[in-house]
């Protein structure tokens, strides 16, 4: 019999720290499952996914040594919504299945505490799989002064990215914890411990 274990539900916007928060919850125990690592994966060169979006958007997406060229794929997408349909109706079944692979080997191991760490987890409409949603949030500026110096973009395509997806504010009203993220790091270990007392060992 395997203990009961919690799915968290992690998402936020672009460049809202994620992953900081991520690997602040690792450290209280919780096992991560990304989501954007799925997808990776389950383009790797060879995959039954890998071949479909070659077929989809023809051999320009393929690097030269047969990867997926994942810049190219977005610029594809970016301008032209129903390529980007497309891409997600074919890309999201395969990491839901290994989403369901991934957290069933964590439950399996013993742990408690799960983390599906998903940029598109309202979005893509798959919040059934977790017990509860936990947003990461940042002021508007601090997430495009972030975007811009990780992506090496200008303002004006950091804003563009940005109202691209969901608006943050619609993003925190779903959330049952929502952890501000525009501050130190300090802060947002605070907010984390707090959230984890409150919703998992209280």
């Not at 039954?48 to 997408?77: H, N, Y």
């Not at 608006?167 to 411990?193: F, H, M, W, Y």
Request: hydrophobic fraction near 50%; charge should be neutral.
């Amino acid at each position: 019999m395997f203990a009961i274990m919690k799915i968290i539900g992690l998402t936020g916007g672009i460049a809202t720290g994620k992953s900081t928060v991520a690997r602040l919850l690792a450290e209280h125990g919780a096992r991560i499952i990304d989501a954007d690592q799925l997808s990776r994966e389950v383009v790797a060169p060879g995959s039954p996914a890998l071949a479909q979006i070659a077929e989809l958007f023809g051999p320009e997406v393929l690097s030269v040594d047969g990867a997926l060229d994942r810049q190219a794929v977005r610029k594809l997408v970016f301008s032209d919504p129903a390529k980007r349909r497309a891409l997600e109706a074919l890309l999201h079944p395969a990491i839901a299945e290994l989403a369901r692979v991934r957290l069933e080997e964590a439950r399996q191991a013993g742990a408690t505490v799960a983390v599906y760490m998903a940029p598109l987890l309202i979005e893509a409409g798959v919040t059934d799989r977790v017990d509860e949603i936990w947003v990461v949030t940042v002021a508007p500026e601090a997430q495009l002064a972030r975007l811009m110096a990780r992506d090496q973009c200008s303002r004006e395509q950091a804003q563009q990215i940005v109202a691209a997806q969901m608006p943050l504010a619609e993003k925190e009203r779903c959330g049952l914890v929502v952890i501000e993220n525009s501050n130190s790091l300090e802060e947002t270990a605070r907010q984390v411990d707090a959230a984890w007392r409150r919703r998992i060992t209280a």
